[in-house]
């Protein structure tokens, strides 16, 4: 009964807002500096139903009641572009009170887009709180990250990029898991082949330290192509061969193809196609090593200009890899260690959104999701609904 009464008040909470969101004049949209600088505040309010709410074998499910609140600032003037946004997203489980969270999230970017150097500066802040699959328990962290990316033109055919990054995840409350911090160094080349299509060859270099005091060094070499792949397909596809190397030397090296690929087709004006691959090396807050390949197709089919439909599906598989991948059978002391673990996974998605305008946005999607494990315990089929509404204020 009491978990009706929250989706009973949930609904209308969303239809009160509905009403309040109807066309108007935005309260709190701020044009400054000559229509240079503009201000924008952005609230959301949202209903969901999650099927499996720690993403394990028979985890529990429960309705989550969610709010948003946005500012955001844009600057337009001058060499220098900024991209600012402050804010805090929160949510209600109807019964596991304990999952209840209220995130803030800061973001910032400077983008220089004249002159013969272009390139941007970035930096984040982000507390999360999700289902991480790979742990197949809620987590809470706090996410922090920098970026600088530029791009310099050598000669008429040639152009260079270089990006450097830091990324890190400390997690609150969880001594079972283990904090992580990334470094990214990259460059790349890229040659003018047509004026459809650029070549590109370049190197990445990342090194992941953990607070148990582990540490993995992966070398990334890679070759691809952007802009037209063929007639039709535009997007970007890069492949190549990569090698982990754990600080610990009873940890052997591990290595294979790389694989990064985003793409977009268009039937007609109205119904268009997106498809992402990727394959790459990642370190779970558990400290293991794991080596994911993933694949998704997006359809999407814009009525008119207020309504749109999406469809989405994807596979995946991963493969936990060395002493940390291993399956542990049985905790001893001590511990007995079977094979390493492997899961494949499959999605799909279906969505329908409605647009009056900036004031009124509202959406629904349903999710399923299904996980298959040689690990028991991470075997899993995760589903959901939500509805979502959106309002620039």
């Known amino acids: 009964m009491r ?5 009973r008040a949930a609904l209308a909470l969303l239809l009160a807002c509905a009403i309040i969101c109807t066309p108007a004049p935005a309260l709190v949209t701020l044009n400054l500096n000559d229509g240079h600088d503009h201000v924008y505040v952005t609230a959301s309010l949202g209903a969901s139903h999650d099927s499996n709410v720690f993403a394990k074998n028979n985890g529990p499910g429960d309705f989550v009641f969610t709010t948003g609140l946005v500012a955001e600032y844009v600057r337009r003037a001058g060499w220098i572009g900024v991209n600012g946004s402050v804010g805090v ?12 969270f209220s995130n803030p999230n800061f973001n910032l970017e400077f983008t220089k887009q004249s002159g013969r150097t272009t390139g941007s500066l970035t930096l984040s802040a982000t507390r999360s709180s999700r289902a991480d699959a ?10 922090y990250s920098a970026g600088l990316n530029l791009a310099y033109p050598i000669i008429e055919r040639f152009k260079a990029t270089a990006t450097l990054g830091y990324s890190a995840s400390r997690y609150v409350d969880e001594t079972a898991l283990v904090n992580l911090a990334t470094y990214t160094a990259a460059a790349n080349l890229y040659y003018v082949y047509n004026t459809e299509r650029d070549l590109n060859a370049g190197y990445r270099y990342r090194y992941t330290q953990t607070s148990v005091n582990d540490s993995t060094t992966d070398h990334n070499f890679t070759v691809g192509t952007s802009g037209r792949i063929i007639r039709g397909l535009n997007g970007s596809v890069n492949v190549g061969y990569q090698f982990r190397v754990p600080s610990n030397s009873s940890q052997p090296t591990f290595s294979g193809l790389s694989a990064s690929a985003a793409t977009s087709y268009a039937f007609t ?3 268009t196609a997106s498809g992402q691959v990727s394959k790459d090396f990642s370190t779970t807050a558990t400290d293991a090593s794991v080596d994911t390949t993933a694949a998704d197709l997006n359809v999407k089919y814009a009525h008119n200009s207020h309504w749109s439909l999406s469809l989405g599906t994807g596979w995946g598989e991963s493969q936990f890899l060395g002493q940390g991948g291993r399956i542990i059978i049985s905790a001893g002391p001590p511990a007995i260690l ?12 279906a969505g329908i959104n409605y647009s009056r305008n900036e004031h009124f946005k509202l959406s629904f999607n349903y999710s399923w999701f299904r996980n298959w494990s040689t690990t028991p315990f991470a075997d899993f089929v995760r589903a959901g609904w939500n509805i979502n509404l959106n309002s620039r204020l």
Request: proline share 2%.
């Open 3 to 7: 978990i009706r009464r929250d989706i």
């Open 89 to 100: 997203s929160g949510a209600h489980f109807a019964s596991l009170k304990g999952e209840d």
């Open 134 to 143: 790979a742990v197949n328990i809620r987590t809470t962290s706090w996410n």
């Open 269 to 271: 004006r109205k119904l």
């Open 338 to 349: 079977g094979p390493n673990r492997t899961d494949t996974f499959v999605h799909w998605d």
